[in-house]
């Protein structure tokens, strides 16, 4: 049973930094995609990173330069650096997975497994 578990989000002022994790439970760490979405209030879910197994890695432009996701598979975990946070950063942060296709992470396609989430918050 895939488990994503989210931690490290927070109150910061803008320009401040935060480091969010999600340890992840119940499948092979390393082989599957995985990435950071996040959902303001009244706002559709965004993504804002994902990594794939091979470790490319996909920013939009809004967060491009200032985050960074990573993760180290001998722990299981996920991490995404956020740098610069801006106060349009506030949202709530998820943790998702899902298994490749044919080896292969495709853009644009939906997510499987999801966290239940960690809140960040930018104040000005």
């Known amino acids: 049973q895939v488990r994503l578990v989210e931690s490290g989000g927070g109150s910061v002022t803008a320009g401040g930094s935060l480091i969010l994790s999600c340890a992840a439970s119940?499948?092979?760490?390393?082989?599957?995609?995985m990435g950071w979405f996040r959902q303001a209030p009244g706002k559709e879910r965004e993504g804002v990173a994902t990594?794939?197994?091979?470790?490319?890695?996909r920013y939009p432009d809004s967060v491009k330069g200032r985050f960074t996701i990573s993760q180290d598979n001998a722990k299981n975990t996920l991490y995404l650096q956020m740098n610069s946070l801006k106060p349009e950063d506030t949202a709530m942060y998820y943790c998702?997975?899902?298994?490749?296709?044919?080896?292969?992470?495709?853009?644009?396609?939906?997510?499987?497994?999801w966290g239940q989430g960690t809140q960040v918050t930018v104040s000005s």
């Open positions: 990594i794939d197994p091979d470790g490319s890695t």
């Open positions: 119940g499948f092979t760490y390393g082989s599957y995609c």
């Open positions: 998702a997975a899902d298994p490749p296709i044919r080896g292969r992470c495709i853009p644009g396609r939906p997510f499987g497994y």
